[in-house]
């Protein structure tokens, strides 16, 4: 089950931190052309694809983050060096010498800096780096950077999507990954001529990662009766880790979320999910997350009564560092496994 890689390296390149979402969306508008019924961008930036189900009688709903973490100017002294805050988690030693962009007038290439090694004191050797540490270098003229940089102007990673034996490696796949697992599954219901079972309504929403704050948004207004959340998850299946600790492996299928520390999926989307997953051959893992969350939590409670919901998750190494890696075939059943499940929810006993 081969991937459009061009596609998802398109989105992966596009910037979009909270808050910054415009470029990211432009892309996801324009790959929504003729996949749904109704397309709209609501007051807070996210993205509303309705595909018309057999029924109408309820509601599901999906929802796929579109920024990513970053960073946003907060100085800019005098020899044109930028001082930043984060916008979302970030691991400071992951840092190091990176390449950002910083999106100001222009897009400007620049380089996280810190003080070398050779003039660090042997405390500051021994103490793990802070974000405070850093700072940002243009390589130009302070004078030309005040013209073309201000305070408040955001700043995303650079890295390009290089394929590595069976996987994908690039910034930003989480969660750009779930937006192209969401384009793809109603590009597959149009190829398959199959309507979901109730109208869907698929999200792309802006501003998880500092709070899941579109998804509230979303949520609220649409009142799904069913939900999933599409996000990466940690992969944690290299040298060093324990077993327990790997919550998810690359190669192994499509993450079917049970519970991370924001939710506890509806047991009976667990269990539909893996009878589809079954029924349909499409290869899954369970997946439990003992810390992070994702818009799963808002969908399931940001509705009156809450919602019936779940989550697919996609196994992934290196999380919020500058080299994501996900396995392709992780990628192709995750989608087989979102379209199919919006069209047999009419099939499942729901009650409880």
């Known amino acids: 089950m081969p991937i459009d890689v061009a596609l998802l390296e398109r989105i992966c390149k596009e910037p979009g931190p909270p808050g910054f979402e415009t470029r990211i969306r432009n892309v996801v508008l324009e790959e929504l052309e003729g996949l749904a019924d109704e397309v709209r961008v609501d007051a807070m930036g996210n993205v509303v694809a309705l595909k018309k189900g057999k029924s109408s009688k309820m509601k599901a709903m999906a929802a796929a983050h579109m920024d990513e973490i970053g960073f946003i100017v907060t100085h800019v002294d005098k020899e044109g060096f930028l001082r930043f805050n984060p916008l979302g988690g970030f691991d ?32 500051e050797r021994n103490k793990p780096p802070r974000l405070e540490d850093y700072f940002i270098d243009l390589g130009l003229p302070g004078s030309e950077v005040e013209k073309l940089v201000t305070v408040g102007d955001p700043v995303t990673r650079e890295r390009g999507l290089e394929e590595m034996g069976d996987c994908v490696n690039v910034k930003s796949l989480d ?7 969401l384009i793809e599954s109603l590009r597959a219901l149009k190829r398959s001529r199959r309507k979901p079972a109730y109208d869907f309504y698929g999200v792309f929403t802006v501003q998880e990662e500092v709070g899941l704050r579109g998804a509230h948004a979303s949520t609220l207004e ?5 939900s999933f959340g599409l996000d990466t998850t940690i992969a944690y299946d290299v040298p060093g880790s324990k077993p327990q600790e790997q919550c998810t492996r690359l190669g192994d299928g499509a993450g079917i979320k049970i519970m991370d520390s924001s939710v506890i999926c509806d047991y009976r989307m667990v269990e539909f999910m893996k009878s589809v997953a079954t029924a349909k051959k499409i290869r899954w893992q369970p997946e439990i997350l003992r810390a992070g969350g994702t818009d799963t939590a808002s969908l399931q409670k940001m509705t009156a009564g809450g919602s019936i919901a779940g989550a697919i998750s ?19 059943h995750a989608i087989k496994l979102m379209a199919a499940c919006l069209c047999e ?4 006993e729901w009650a409880f």
């Not at 840092?95 to 620049?110: A, F, I, M, Y």
């Not at 996280?112 to 050779?118: D, E, L, T």
């Open 345 to 348: 929810l009419d099939k499942h």
């Open 175 to 181: 969660n750009r990954a779930s937006v192209f697992l």
């Open 92 to 123: 400071a030693k992951t840092l190091t010498s990176q390449r950002v962009l910083v999106h100001g007038r222009e897009d400007l290439l620049g380089v996280m800096g810190s003080k070398p090694i050779h003039i660090m004191t042997p405390e």
């Open 222 to 226: 649409i009142q799904p009766d069913f």
């Open 314 to 332: 996609l196994p992934t190494r290196h999380v919020h560092q500058v080299i994501e890696m996900c396995h392709k075939q992780d990628i192709a």
